[in-house]
């Protein structure tokens, strides 16, 4: 299987960056305000630094770019991304939904990632061409065909007043079965399992989105941009299932 060995190596990775997370948090931790006004604490910089040196021993030609900070150019054109903690707000409240984000990334383009949710105890992980699975067994997304029957979870709601669409939004959500705002990775997760059918994150970085991505198009869902592309540098993200896809472009005004 192609990208066997790099998953492989990026669930153990996450794995062990998640059992450190969970005792360093048990000792007790602080949570500092990084100027983009999102928290930070001595857990998401310890992964990173674990989850960068473990790159770097089993992939030495790869890049690395990470959340907090981390970043080397790779020799062979790929390059890992780390989201040491991703939902550190949950990670600081004690609630479940925080994870380990890993991607790869070649040309622009996520080729394999992992999620990993401690809390949880579920895995996700991807490869082009390989389908998206959970704990091993395959997952798809769900066959839902209409809003009225589907779930939206828009996420970053509190900062959503000042996004062109925001108006509309009320109307919008209105349309469907249910909504549920539960936390970016894991509304991904959920509509590549088939749980939800569209996920909005309104404002997201290239290490939250690269393995998010590919999980969710192995899974058979659509990912793009606002603006349209499939690009995971734009800095938001839109996801659903593809039976929905023309009406979710025509809320937000994308081509």
Known sequence: MPYERELE???RAA???GENAIRIRGAGITAETKPDDSPVTAADRENERLLSEMIEAEFPDDGIFGEEGARKQGASGRTWTIDPIDGTRDFVRGNLFWCILIGLVESGRAIAGVAHFPMLGKTFW??????SYRDGERIRISNIESTGAAVFSPNG???MARERYAPGMMDFMSRFWAVRSIGGALDAAML???QI???LER???IWDLAPLQVIVEEAGGSFFALDGSRRIDRGNAVACVPAL????RGFFGIP
Request: net charge negative.
């Open 9 to 11: 190596f990026a669930r």
């Open 157 to 159: 709601m509190h900062r």
């Open 192 to 194: 590549a399992s088939g």
């Open 126 to 131: 991807a490869a082009r061409g390989e389908g």
């Open 15 to 17: 794995a062990l960056a």
């Open 245 to 248: 896809e023309n009406e979710v």
């Open 197 to 199: 059918e569209v996920w």
């Open 203 to 205: 404002k997201a970085e």
